[in-house]
């Protein structure tokens, strides 16, 4: 039977997934992980750990790096909780274009006021006079299934919305509507928006993107919206762009010490896939993947090895991690050769400098072929189901 262990609360959603294995938050040396927020970076990883499953997209808390070297496949769930994120991005539109957190806590300061609360009211509601969003134009940075959502929303609600994002592909491009306009850079959407939400993983080219020189390029009283990752942006330079009207508002979903309190800075406590629904999608989603990868050697949605699926077409299946380097295929496809094994299917893919490969023979191989293929030079794990 083979060991998921829960690193945090997860669904219930997800037992039935992982009805007949061994799924909870203290099983030992597990094959499978299920994650949402814990922090990996310190856990021990066990000789039989094959991969982690993380219920939602973001990753950093896994050291994803470490693990592609021994061959354990990291997924997460693209678009699982797009629709939630989505949500909370539209809300802040309207909380970054009219004053209405600042008026709600002014509110709060009338409750002894008695009978005189609806005067008070009208008098001093000029205060937080704001804008509509319609007409405003909206830039978009990163269309994946969230920034996608956002665009397509944001466009229906009569916003002007251009995007960028270098690694759009052509399924994603052709989900977008009509109306919203790529741009090649985000240099583009810096000058032309009023309005930046941002929709990237954090990398060291994306850390501290918006900083003093891009906040410079944006229109005066821009509002900036941050649902991806705090370290995106430049503390320091979001805060002084605040204090002289660079931008009218942040938004963001990361709150910070520097951050907390700061005039024209809206700070959300990290709501954006906060809702059933979406850890609902994630979980199940997140489970479904592992369950494939466990019984069948499937991947889909790892953010380290590549996406390759087949349908089972022998006895058993061996499964290769590897180097993408030169002379693989021949080296493996003569081993199994060698153990009088007929290969009935073969698939292999690479991402970066790693690549997978999928071998269905027509007999179970004896222990000795697996050990004779991970003592190749460059293979980093072999698997037989």
Known sequence: MAAILKLNAISPLADEIFKGYDYSDKAE???????????????????????????????????????????????NTPGANANAVKELVICELFLGGRKITDAIDWVKTLKNEGDAVGKLVEKGKSSFVGGEILGKTLGVIGLGAIGIAVANTASALGMNVVGCDPYLSTANALLLNPAVKVVATRE????????????????????????????????????????????LADTGAVIAALGNGKLARYITDFPSAELIGVNN??????????????????????????????????????VNYPALSAPREGAARICVHHKNVANMIAQFTAAVSSAGLNIENMADKSKGDYAYCIIDVNAKPAPALAEKIAAIDGVVRVRVI
């Open 29 to 75: 040396n597990p094959d499978g992980i299920m994650v949402r927020s814990a922090v990996m970076a310190d856990y021990k990883v066990g000789d039989k750990l094959i991969a982690v499953a993380r219920a939602g997209a973001g990753t950093n808390n896994i050291p994803v790096a470490d693990y592609t070297q021994k061959g354990i496949v990291v997924f």
């Open 188 to 231: 583009e959407i810096y000058k032309r928006a009023d309005y930046i939400t941002v929709h990237v993983p954090l990398t060291p080219d994306t850390k501290g993107m918006f900083n003093e020189q891009t906040i410079g390029m944006m229109k005066d009283g821009a509002v900036l919206i941050n649902n991806s990752r705090g370290e």
């Open 265 to 302: 800075a809206i700070c959300v406590p990290h709501l954006g896939a906060s809702t059933p629904e979406a850890e609902d999608n994630c979980a199940l989603m997140a489970a479904k993947q592992l369950v494939d990868y466990i019984e069948n050697g499937n991947i889909v949605n790892s």
